[in-house]
């Protein structure tokens, strides 16, 4: 059933009013008036902003740092497990060639998380995993949404495939929502939205142990 | 000889600027993450012209124009539209001093705009930081009726602003 639109827009509100980020889903366009206006709102109840001293001194190392230093890929991102700052990062750099569907690298399919001297990563016992939910993971720096099936398990990247944005699983739903864009993905990876054509989220690879215990390959 | 400025003053004075642009995105993003991610695009973005220790009045016009840009791109991927379809009015004057209260200053002048109810749920909502059934029951209203009121006062607050 669609969202109501009073309750989409309360659903901004709403993180707006708890200093959170701004989480749009496919369908928001709708009241793009009404969000905008949520925003401007929830800005002015806050007062003048100015950068917080740790936000400054980030800028002004990447100022006084070279630009490639600075440009992170999104696999880089990937493994050195940052989230959506990057994927604003990288957005900066490639402008247009942001918007999925378009270009045939973004239907390249995706490979497997495989780091290097990778290690198997213990992150909890297979009792704590619910079935069919989405649990967010980390295995040194490789973020991964663990899903459980019966006894077994399985893995994907916590990056969406796109940009490198940490994505959340959105228990109603039951898919995983990117913050940076309206895509969203299924537990095996697959976008879930065919006019968003983006290659599938990478898999992580994921075992359960003969003691119950579930290990992803990390670093 | 012209004497080029050190790196760090180069970069103090960019750094001001930055505030600047920091300002003006959060007053339009409302929150702090997204404010950071944006701020930091657009100083990467300016690298090159930052870099050539420009005074700060010449580079102004140059993060600002970079500022809008990226906040174009933001609402743009945000919301999966073109940014020819945004409603979001980028095209404003360029700051001319450091951070005032300006979001505060358009919210009072767009609540003055609006009938009594809308501006009070607004007023209710996001000034006094009120939860929607706090709201309901100043209002004497329900929480339903609330959310629905929000919708159209925030929308009708977007025509009043769309106006001025």
Partial sequence: ?219 | MVELPSATRATDIALDELELVYAFIYARVGNRADAEDLTQQVAMKAIPRLRQGAPASAIRGYLFATARSVLGAFWSMRLGISQAELHEDLALAVPQGPASDEAAERAQRILAGLSDNYRRVLELRFLHGYSLKEVAAEMRSTVGAVKVMQLRALRAAAKVDTDA
């Fill in chain 1, 1 to 219: 059933m669609p969202e109501k639109p009073e309750n989409r827009v309360e659903r901004i509100v709403s993180d707006l009013l708890r200093g959170r980020r701004l989480r749009l889903r496919a369908g928001d366009a709708e009241e793009k008036e009404a969000i905008t206006a949520a925003a401007r709102f929830a800005a002015a109840s806050q007062g003048p902003q100015r950068m917080s001293p740790a936000f400054r001194r980030r800028l002004a190392d990447i100022l006084e740092s070279t630009p490639r230093e600075t440009w992170l890929t999104r696999r880089a991102a990937m493994i050195a497990g940052l989230g959506v700052a990057a994927g604003a990062l990288a957005g900066g750099f490639v402008g247009r060639s942001l918007e999925p569907g378009r270009g045939a690298a973004l239907r390249a399919p995706s490979s497997p998380v495989l780091p290097e001297n990778g290690q198997w990563t213990d992150v909890g016992a297979l009792a704590d995993f619910r079935d069919g939910s989405g649990k967010l993971v980390k295995a040194g720096a490789v973020g991964a949404f663990v899903f459980r099936r019966g006894e077994s398990v399985s893995a994907v990247s916590s990056m969406c495939s796109h940009l490198p944005c940490e994505l959340w699983w959105e228990g109603k739903s039951g898919l995983l929502e990117c913050p940076c864009h309206p895509v969203s993905f299924t537990a095996d990876g697959k976008p879930s939205s065919a006019s968003y054509t983006l290659p599938d989220l990478n898999e992580v690879k994921a075992r359960v142990t003969d003691a119950g215990r579930v290990e992803v390959l990390g670093t």
